[in-house]
């Protein structure tokens, strides 16, 4: 792989997700009752937390309401690889994730509704460990983003609430790799001799940055009847210009020109291993949840929906360094659905029961598919209780994913060129990720003034 190839893998991390989280990046365990439901809250949206599933829908909620809560997500998979000396299967460290929700609505009056939220819209998190085969890949990566979200609600009569909202999200992201240079010479800058790369030890490389986007999301929701609602939810694209700084454990040339009769022995340009700082200027993709609830009893409902999300926006990553390393990789993704079905049932006035399952389809391009992402679509089985006594409630939710392979046979990334400028083990070889899976669970609080 070279070098501007490896500086493009910790920045790619933005925009690719784990194996816990919604296909691509995306998360949506934005509360214990939507876990449970698998996001099936876009058309009934009748709790606090419609602020990030509908925020229309909380123009159905009279007076204050607060929600909190947390989920933990856990994945595990393997990756199978292949070389001359035989398969190798590396297990996939479980690394635990706890994405906060916080929720609160407020009624001004007969018509407008304030709402407020904090919640988790993107995340991954896999770890390997640091002396698998591909670890010159990656073997640590993780990504955290926080986005406060104020929005407004309109009721413009008895079926029909429109809402308009700003998002301000906080992204951080961290990469660990090792590097192994590859001992051999290339020609560079002819008719001079060619530069020797150096034969160096395995170096690791650490990556940490953050970013602040600013996006917004616009929601309707339609009440038909008592017993048939419809929702449809927008969330715009939205930039982050990530800033960082990438660390080497060890500082050195990776190749050094010659030129005979000069006496000059220097390191090539743009081949330094040595601290420097990253940028790059990231689009988010926008999305779209449309979906139907059927209310055939007081105590009984039933939704079904779909999530679009644009991913096809995201076809190459532009990575600039200050050691003057710029890069452009192509990644060409595919536009993801989520499809959902949902069943709530209230057997008493005080506990409800609820399921859902959902499948998406997969994103990303196998051509350019790394260990990033070891994702090839996935199913989602979903199930939660509720409890409620006076003004309180409370939900708890468990969720598991079954999560299809990757194949890596194909993968331009493992087949990176060599170049003059730069020669270090990709880290890819051929095989495929299996056994892939994810656990989840979640808990929420809720309170009516």
Do not use: C
Not at 43 to 48: E, G, L
Not at 273 to 282: D, L, P, R, S, W
Not at 413 to 428: E, F, K, N, Q
């Amino acid at each position: 792989m070279s070098l501007r190839t490896l500086l493009s893998l910790p920045l790619f991390l933005i925009l690719v997700g784990s194996n816990a989280f919604a296909e691509g990046f995306s998360m949506t365990e934005w509360s214990a009752r939507g876990l449970s439901l698998a996001g099936g809250l876009v058309a009934r949206a009748d709790d606090a937390s419609a602020v990030a599933y509908n925020p229309a829908g909380i123009t159905q909620l009279p007076g204050v309401h607060l929600m909190a809560g947390i989920s933990l997500i856990a994945p595990y998979g393997q990756i199978e690889t292949r070389e001359d000396t035989g398969s190798h299967t590396t297990d996939v460290r479980p690394a635990s994730w706890f994405p906060p929700q916080l929720y609160a609505t407020w009624q001004l009056n007969d018509d407008w509704w304030l709402g407020f939220g904090v919640f988790s819209r993107f995340g991954l998190g896999n770890q390997y460990s640091s002396g698998w085969v591909g670890r010159n890949a990656i073997y640590n990566v993780g990504l955290q983003t926080i986005s406060a979200n104020p929005v407004i609600a309109y009721k413009v009569n008895d079926w029909l609430s429109l809402s308009l909202g700003v998002e301000l999200m906080y992204l951080n992201i961290f990469l660990e790799q090792k590097i192994q240079p590859l001992h051999q010479p290339n020609p560079y800058y002819p008719p001079f001799s060619p530069p020797m790369l150096l034969d160096r030890p395995e170096n690791n490389m650490n990556l940490k940055g953050d970013s602040w986007g600013v996006g917004m999301n616009a929601a309707a929701h339609i009440r038909f009847n008592d017993q048939w609602s419809a929702g449809l939810t927008y969330r715009s694209q939205m930039t982050q210009n990530v800033n960082g700084r990438i660390r080497f454990d060890r500082q050195y040339p990776l190749a050094r020109i010659q030129i005979p009769g000069l006496g000059v022995d220097k390191a090539v340009p743009g081949t330094e291993f040595k601290n420097a700082g990253a940028n790059a200027t990231i689009q988010l993709p926008d999305s779209a949840a449309l979906a139907v609830m059927w209310k055939p009893l007081s105590n009984l409902s039933f939704e079904v929906g779909t999530v679009w999300t644009r991913w096809s926006t995201y076809n190459a990553l532009n990575i600039y360094t200050d050691a003057g390393l710029n890069s452009i990789n192509q990644k060409s993704f595919r536009d993801g659905w989520n499809f959902n079905a949902s069943v709530e049932y209230s057997p008493l006035d005080w506990l409800s029961l609820r399921l859902g399952y959902w499948h998406e389809t997969p994103v990303v391009n196998e051509k350019y598919a790394d260990y990033l992402l070891p994702t090839n679509g996935r199913d989602g089985v979903m199930t939660g209780v509720g409890f409620k006594w006076n003004n309180w409630t409370l939900d708890l939710a468990y969720a598991h994913l079954w999560i299809y392979p990757v194949s890596y046979d194909q993968s331009a990334a493992r087949a990176a060129a060599i170049t003059a400028v730069s020669s270090v083990d990709s880290g890819l070889r051929p095989g495929t990720s299996k056994n892939t899976h994810a656990e989840m669970f979640s808990v929420s609080l809720g309170y009516s003034f």
